[in-house]
T-cell receptor, first 113, second 114 residues
């Protein structure tokens, strides 16, 4: 049972344009969400996070939006750069003292120069 | 840059053998986590330590798996009597342990079972 779903396995975007990566979740106990980026042969690198009490968090070119009623979050990258080409994972944590991350399967982003 | 360090990077072994992986977390990070990632999937949680105490274990962590963090610093993950299905990337992560902060991952140990 996939509690965190990234339904697009891949996405191609032109350099300079906006990249939008989507994530849906089913567990209403999730209250903290994170995005990680992963290059081949490296571990995931933390990008940005958002608490369930917020609907938007911004850090430079990266913005995460959370729609709790729809159980949906998205990561916007503006402008997209070739170095952003990687696999992006959405992850979530429940409350109640648990710290385990539940990940989606990832979306491979390709930014075309 | 003293990030999370994992050793070895690659391990090839025959089915039935025991293997042990090591993880050195970021200095002063109190929490340490182990995840497993197979092809086409996101990382899956295995277990988590707060200092030397193992506080959470996933049902994925069968009896053949054991993890330790003896002095609250480095950690080891041992798999006994390896099976084909154990082939995966084993990732270690650490975090400060002061709240809901991000986990920082190492580059993983890739295990291949022949």
């Amino acid at each position: 049972d996939q509690q965190v779903k990234q339904n697009s396995p891949s996405l191609s975007v032109q350099e300079g344009r906006i990249s939008i990566l989507n994530c849906d979740y089913t567990n209403s106990m999730f209250d903290y969400f994170l995005w990680y980026k992963k290059y081949p042969a490296e571990g995931p690198t933390f990008l940005i996070s958002i608490s369930s009490i917020k609907d938007k968090n911004e850090d430079g070119r990266f913005t995460v939006f959370l729609n709790k009623s729809a159980k949906h979050l998205s990561l916007h990258i503006v402008p997209s750069q070739p170095g952003d080409s990687a696999v992006y994972f959405c992850a979530a944590i429940t409350g109640a003292g648990s710290y385990q991350l539940t990940f989606g399967k990832g979306t491979k982003l390709s930014v075309i120069p | 840059d003293t990030g999370v360090s994992q050793d070895p990077r690659h391990k090839i072994t025959k089915r039935g053998q025991n293997v042990t992986f090591r993880c050195d977390p970021i200095s002063e990070h109190n929490r340490l986590y182990w995840y497993r990632q197979t092809l086409g999937q996101g990382p899956e949680f295995l277990t988590y330590f707060q200092n030397e105490a193992q506080l959470e274990k996933s049902r994925l962590l069968s009896d053949r798996f054991s993890a330790e963090r003896p002095k609250g610093s480095f950690s080891t993950l041992e798999i006994q009597r390896t099976e084909q299905g154990d082939s995966a990337m084993y990732l270690c992560a650490s975090s400060l342990g002061v709240g809901r902060e991000p986990q920082h991952f190492g580059d993983g140990t890739r295990l291949s079972i022949l």
